[in-house]
């Protein structure tokens, strides 16, 4: 699967970004489509996935009820609406697609970053 991520900028400790994603290419009903974060310094993690028909989602602790995934089928996008953002935040946002089981993408394929900065 082929990821195009876009939308990353600087927003002030409270405000709203959108990212978005657009999948190509060969996919599975088995896959999901989700975001992951990396901060400086800090590994890759999890922030939220969404079921290839856009019925199912999953999110990581630290962003429930601040951020939302959701997916556009008709233009195989998927895109992830930050709220309330924190400077804890700050980190390159990465889109992913792949097999997804019991919460967890298997071997994803990976989106180039986008950087998303929270100013405090």
């Known amino acids: 699967v082929q990821l195009q991520a876009s939308g990353g900028g600087l927003v002030q400790a409270g405000g709203s970004l959108r990212l978005s994603c657009a999948a190509s290419?060969?996919?599975?009903?088995?896959?999901?489509l989700g975001w992951f974060r990396q901060a400086p310094g800090k590994e890759r993690e999890f922030v939220a996935a969404?079921?290839?028909?856009?019925?199912?989602?999953w999110y990581a602790d630290s962003v429930k009820g601040r951020f939302t995934i959701s997916r556009d089928n008709a233009k195989n996008t998927v895109d992830l609406q930050m709220n309330s953002l924190k400077p804890e935040d700050t980190a390159v946002y990465y889109c992913?697609?792949?097999?997804?089981?019991?919460?967890?993408?298997?071997?994803?394929?990976w989106g180039q970053g986008t950087l998303v900065t929270v100013s405090s």
């Open positions: 992913a697609a792949g097999p997804f089981y019991s919460g967890t993408f298997s071997q994803p394929d």
């Open positions: 290419g060969r996919t599975s009903s088995n896959f999901a």
């Open positions: 969404v079921s290839w028909s856009g019925v199912r989602s």
